[in-house]
């Protein structure tokens, strides 16, 4: 497992030390990509059809991978999906110099196509999970190992970005991608160890046929659930993505501001996963962990919009950072239970798919929320987190109505 952990890490570390400077080559004045006063709303629409095949290409991503990985194993798929992120490092490097969107735009979409270390370490630590209570404590440490590089990645990225290379802004945070990808293609290739044995493996047959996407839609708790994650996802892709954005463009925070910001979101999914989880799992039936979640996630989404209206207040300054915490200790707990109760739903051989389905379905609702949030901005730059509020609300009404259903008693 540790093996499998450190990939985890060390992917969203490099990942994450690049993930704030998506907004500032689209917004900040000393990107390559734009004229100098191409306005915020230009730059806005733009920033919502590059988010929106990121994460299609990703939504896309997620099965293609679960599946080969139970047909490959999770060794090689692991090798393959890294390769993600040489290409993410070298076509902005490439782009900056070229002065470029498209290729960066470009390389991004391939890499988010690759990049799938997610749903391929989560299917491999549930191969090693051997009872039902330890899938959801091995799931939270997923999440745990994630957070830490989610946290300390922006951070880092904050500081080292604004160093220049040869005079060139934001380019050194993916020189270090780089460097991190380098390693974790020798480290997935010659260190880590398979963990799907050959007779659990399924054919490809198997992984076309979608026996396991009919057996989720054969069970009624499953079928809810889906639709609590599809929702929640909405929520949570939005508040992810725009965050970064409106902190820049509404409250006028530099680049160390919106890194350290980010890694507070990654702070908050390692107290979650780290502890909340593993102290309160199994102390709370899987109905009020739910709605606790939501109602949490709710919360957040709605002090974050509501604070950026008054971007010179200091309480308002406040809450928009402290908003991070519901938000995101809201989704970790959620994506944690639902990892856990899909993945006891089907047999072994199925696992990378139905995790891929997750995730596929996560980033779906992604897509959907990156143009139209583009398309708020436009209209109002803290516009697309309005998404959030609603979404969440409306996850609340549909809770409210099946609460009393007996299925969805346990």
């Given at each position: 497992?540790g093996?499998i ?5 060390l ?11 998506f907004?500032?080559?689209f917004?900040?004045?000393n990107?390559?990509?734009f004229p ?20 299609f290409?990703g ?10 990985s139970?047909?490959?194993g999770?060794k090689v798929?692991?090798v ?10 070298v ?6 110099i070229l002065?470029s ?6 390389g ?8 799938a270390?997610?749903?391929v ?6 191969d090693?999970?051997f009872?039902?209570?330890?899938k959801?404590k091995?799931?939270a440490?997923?999440?745990f ?9 922006p951070?880092?990225?904050g500081?080292?970005g604004?160093?220049?290379?040869f005079g060139y802004y934001?380019m ?6 780089l460097?991190?990808s380098?390693?974790l ?25 979608f026996e396991?996407?009919k057996?989720?839609?054969?069970s ?6 889906l639709?609590?994650?599809l929702?929640?996802?909405l929520?949570?892709g939005?508040y992810?993505?725009f965050?970064?954005?409106?902190a ?6 530099d ?6 910001l ?5 702070v908050?999914?390692i107290l979650?996963?780290g502890?909340?989880i593993?102290?309160?799992s199994?102390k ?7 709605f606790?979640?939501c ?13 950026s209206?008054?971007p010179?207040?200091n309480l308002a300054?406040?809450l928009f950072w402290?908003?991070?915490l519901?938000?995101?200790?809201g ?7 639902l ?8 047999e072994?051989?199925y ?10 379905t996560?980033?779906?609702?992604w897509?959907?929320s990156?143009?139209l949030?583009?398309w708020?901005?436009k209209?109002m ?9 609603i979404s ?5 009404l549909?809770l409210?109505?099946i ?7 346990f």
């Amino acid at each position: 497992m540790g093996s499998i952990y450190f990939i985890l890490f060390l992917s969203e570390f490099a990942t994450g030390l690049v993930l704030p400077f998506f907004t500032f080559l689209f917004f900040s004045s000393n990107s390559t990509f734009f004229p100098a006063m191409t306005s915020d709303a230009e730059r806005a629409m733009m920033f919502g059809i590059f988010l929106a095949l990121y994460k299609f290409a990703g939504m896309i991503c997620n099965p293609v991978f679960g599946g080969l990985s139970d047909i490959l194993g999770r060794k090689v798929t692991t090798v393959i999906t890294v390769s993600g992120m040489l290409v993410l490092a070298v076509a902005t490097i490439v782009a900056i110099i070229l002065q470029s969107l498209w290729i960066f735009i470009i390389g991004a979409t391939l890499f988010a196509f690759l990049f799938a270390t997610k749903p391929v370490c989560t299917a491999a630590i549930n191969d090693i999970s051997f009872k039902d209570d330890n899938k959801i404590k091995n799931q939270a440490l997923v999440q745990f190992w994630i957070g830490l590089g989610v946290s300390i990645g922006p951070a880092v990225g904050g500081f080292v970005g604004t160093v220049t290379v040869f005079g060139y802004y934001y380019m050194l945070p993916f020189v270090i991608l780089l460097i991190c990808s380098s390693y974790l293609y020798f480290h997935s290739r010659f260190l880590m160890k398979e963990t799907l044995r050959k007779r659990e493996r399924s054919r490809v047959s198997e992984q076309f046929s979608f026996e396991p996407i009919k057996a989720i839609f054969k069970s009624k708790l499953l079928i809810t659930l889906l639709v609590i994650h599809l929702l929640n996802q909405l929520s949570w892709g939005t508040y992810y993505d725009f965050i970064p954005a409106v902190a820049k463009t509404v409250f006028g925070y530099d680049v160390k501001t919106v890194g350290i910001l980010m890694g507070i979101v990654g702070v908050c999914l390692i107290l979650t996963s780290g502890l909340i989880i593993p102290l309160f799992s199994s102390k709370i039936n899987g109905s009020k962990l739910i709605f606790t979640s939501c109602l949490a996630g709710f919360a957040g989404v709605s002090m974050a919009y509501l604070a950026s209206f008054f971007p010179n207040n200091n309480l308002a300054n406040i809450l928009f950072w402290v908003s991070a915490l519901p938000v995101a200790g809201g989704d970790v707990v959620l994506f944690c239970y639902l990892i856990s109760r899909f993945s006891e739903s089907l047999e072994k051989k199925y696992q990378g798919t139905v995790i891929g389905f997750i995730y596929i379905t996560g980033f779906g609702m992604w897509s959907l929320s990156a143009p139209l949030g583009g398309w708020l901005m436009k209209w109002m730059l803290n516009g697309a987190l309005l998404m959030a509020p609603i979404s969440m609300f409306v996850l609340l009404l549909f809770l409210r109505m099946i609460k009393k259903k007996a299925y969805f008693d346990f």
